[in-house]
């Protein structure tokens, strides 16, 4: 069913079988979702839809695309953000809303999302947005927002916001240098990296002010008249993801050719490698020896793909869904491990393969279901048990393939001694 047709038909549906097709769409694009969400129904529609982006096996890998949102015309209030603060989630596109009627947007902690400029038609009077890389709040001019959040960001000017009914304004942990444009705003509740010979008059002048960095507003004044240092908010240091991209989603810096002489058919199209035969495997330049490595694929009608690991054992990517599981079934080790499942999906669908390789212990987690569980190369390649390579790359094959990857994360671990 195209986009335009999903839109068309959900509408049609009791409000509670709405959500459910919806939540079931959202899983077939993003396969690192993990499908739990909460909603609100009035007057027979749905007005409220919470959702989690934070990934089930790599954590900012979960909810990248919202498109079949969009289904759920009455919609008024949205959360697509981690469900605790110390979490990241992995949206960063906001294009799917635009034209809906949201008044309420939470959208924090995703640090991959840069741009608000499909807001700019949305009918918003509440917007989260901090702990993101969002800098620009220009297409939030002339919004009616009364409540913003744009703490831990790369803010650094609030002239577009000037003239809001702002009442309540996180911008802590930013690089905003210029208070003034909140003169005259009905302000109750301010956060800010303040500096008292910069921003006390200001402040001052904003007679509606009941609380400052989450002080009653005449505690605040007192610390700040007699701190020997100006009161600022400490910037929160902000961990790196664990898992670090194998691919950067622009072009194909970091890989090369396995076989320069062979014809090159991978192409970067919509943050995506994309492979079309003939073509040759690529290999990363990087080597790994412990590690977790995650990525996301699609198949079409002719695929004979696969990656392998430290440049040798091969997780085979097939069109063999519904087939018993084998030694060369998707989700193996190929000629050494069968699974115990063979949990492939249909060609044409975005799956998730995610695997743990320790030493010689291997963990496969196919679309969910963990289908290799610790096993061991030694034990399981009989008299081939004593080559375990330790060390390589990682090799994507795409002679025979039309195979397209996205989301190549490998988190390196060190393996315990004995």
Not at 170 to 175: A, E, I, P
Not at 238 to 261: E, H, I, Q, V, Y
Not at 323 to 331: D, E
């Amino acid at each position: 069913m195209t986009d335009e047709m999903f839109e068309t038909t959900i509408p049609t549906l009791p409000p509670q079988e709405q959500v459910q097709r919806v939540v079931a769409r959202l899983l077939e694009l993003n396969p690192g979702f993990n499908g739990k969400e909460t909603h609100k129904i009035e007057n027979g529609v749905v007005t409220e839809l919470a959702i989690s982006t934070v990934g089930t096996l790599v954590p900012t890998v979960g909810m990248t695309d919202m498109t079949p949102i969009k289904a759920l015309k009455h919609l008024k209030k949205l959360v697509a953000a981690p469900p605790a603060a110390n979490q990241q989630g992995s949206l960063f596109d906001l294009s799917s809303l635009q034209g809906m009627a949201l008044t309420w947007l939470a959208c924090q902690n995703n640090p991959q999302l840069r741009d608000l400029s499909p807001l700019k038609s949305l009918p918003l009077t509440w917007l989260s947005c901090g702990g993101t890389q969002v800098s620009d709040l220009t297409p939030l001019a002339g919004m009616r927002l009364t409540t913003l959040a744009v703490n831990d960001t790369a803010v650094e000017d609030l002239s577009p916001i000037a003239g809001m009914p702002l009442r309540v304004l996180w911008c802590n942990n930013t690089k905003i240098g210029d208070l003034s444009p909140l003169k005259g705003m009905p302000l109750q509740e301010l956060r800010c990296d303040f500096v008292m010979v910069r921003d006390a008059d200001i402040l001052r002048s904003i007679r509606t002010l009941a609380r400052i960095n989450d002080l009653p507003v005449v505690s605040f004044w007192k610390r700040a008249e007699t701190s020997t240092v100006p009161l600022m908010a400490a910037r929160a240091a902000k961990a790196l993801p664990d898992f670090k991209p194998l691919f950067n989603g622009k072009d194909m810096t970091g890989w090369r050719a396995r076989t320069p002489s062979q014809p090159d058919g991978w192409r970067v199209r919509r943050g995506a490698m994309v492979n079309t035969p003939p073509s040759s495997d690529i290999v990363s330049d990087q080597k790994f020896d412990n590690f977790e490595f995650y990525c996301e694929y699609k198949t079409f009608r002719r695929c004979y793909s696969g990656v392998l690991l430290r440049g040798r054992y091969r997780i085979p990517i097939l069109n063999d869904a519904g087939q018993p599981p084998s030694v060369t079934c998707s989700g193996s080790v190929y000629e050494l491990i069968a699974p115990t499942k063979n949990a492939s999906k249909p060609p044409d669908t975005w799956q998730a393969l995610y695997v743990k390789l320790v030493g010689s212990t291997v963990t496969v987690i196919l679309n969910g279901k963990k289908v290799i569980d610790g096993r061991d190369l030694d034990e399981a390649s009989g008299s081939f048990g004593g080559d375990v390579v330790k060390s390589g790359p990682i090799l994507l094959l795409g002679s025979n393939s039309n195979v397209t990857f996205r989301n190549l994360r490998i988190k390196p671990l060190v393996a315990k001694e004995n």
